[in-house]
T-cell receptor, first 112, second 111 residues
């Protein structure tokens, strides 16, 4: 089975901090994604990457950036954390988008 | 109009009954459709995908797709308390692999 690992399950950060969320997958998938999930809003796509060093904005990229230096690792960066970025962050990967995603276990980020 | 719409529920069914979950989508060019299950405090897991009009069955689960009506549904037969979860409908935007998710329907199966 594909495994997608997110480095932290819970994080608490202060407003203005730079925050790094890490995601690693072990099945050589080209495509990786970052979503955030909020009650009543569902999952919203922040950024995705279809190859090393390639990235594209999703629907809500403002305040975020990403890095993909190696195929297996996709990092989400909050340049200056704000309270409205408190959320559950989910990383996902797929070999083909038409096959559906495998999700990591999620990182619940609280910005205080 | 949201791209993917689901009734938030909760939908409550007795054990052994059929649970019917519904979803509509707005982009007529969408080609891939998914159902994910998400238990409380856990991440979503893929349970079904469907590409063609009609029904697709996998065990107790049946996905139904009607592209003319832009409608996707999930039927769960012989519902069990362990099926109690939030079910997310998801649709790929045309021409790519960006997946758009509905907000989910909460299902409760009463023992």
């Amino acid at each position: 089975d594909v495994k997608v690992t997110q480095s932290s399950r819970y994080l608490v950060k202060r407003t203005g901090e730079k925050v790094f969320l890490e995601c690693v997958q072990d099945m050589d998938h080209e495509n990786m994604f970052w979503y955030r999930q909020d009650p009543g809003l569902g999952l919203r796509l922040i950024y995705f990457s279809y190859d090393v060093k390639m990235k594209e904005k999703g629907d809500i990229p403002e305040g975020y950036s990403v890095s993909r230096e190696k195929k297996e690792r996709f990092s989400l960066i909050l340049e200056s954390a704000s309270t409205n970025q408190t959320s559950m962050y989910l990383c996902a990967s797929t070999i083909r988008g038409a096959d559906g995603y495998t999700f990591g276990s999620g990182t619940r980020l609280t910005v205080v | 109009q949201k791209e993917v719409e689901q009734n938030s529920g909760p939908l409550s069914v007795p054990e052994g009954a059929i649970a019917s979950l519904n979803c509509t989508y707005s982009d007529r060019g969408s080609q891939s459709f998914f159902w994910y299950r998400q238990y409380s405090g856990k991440s979503p897991e893929l349970i079904m995908f469907i590409y063609s009009n009609g029904d697709k069955e996998d065990g107790r689960f049946t996905a139904q797709l009607n592209k003319a009506s832009q409608y996707v549904s999930l039927l769960i037969r012989d519902s069990q308390p362990s099926d109690s979860a939030t079910y997310l409908c998801a649709v790929n935007r045309p021409g790519g692999f960006k997946t758009i998710f509905g907000a989910g329907t909460r299902l409760f199966v009463k023992a």
